[in-house]
């Protein structure tokens, strides 16, 4: 329930301050971070690991 109550936290945040340029970036760190949980113990992950 807290987890709910934080994302709609952030979404309040960003349209009172019309900070919309915020989303993609959380969105992109979101979708980097599930990547490197779900590869990480498949042969992918080295070369995930080098990018950074």
Do not use: D, Q
């Given at each position: 329930?807290?987890?709910i109550?934080?994302?709609a936290e952030y979404f309040s945040f960003l349209k009172?301050?019309?900070k919309?340029?915020?989303f993609p970036i959380v969105i992109a760190l979101?979708?980097?971070g599930l990547l490197i949980v779900?590869?990480?113990g498949s042969a992918?992950?080295?070369f995930i690991?080098?990018?950074f």
């Amino acid at each position: 329930m807290a987890k709910i109550r934080i994302i709609a936290e952030y979404f309040s945040f960003l349209k009172e301050n019309k900070k919309w340029w915020l989303f993609p970036i959380v969105i992109a760190l979101v979708l980097l971070g599930l990547l490197i949980v779900l590869t990480k113990g498949s042969a992918l992950a080295p070369f995930i690991y080098t990018i950074f």
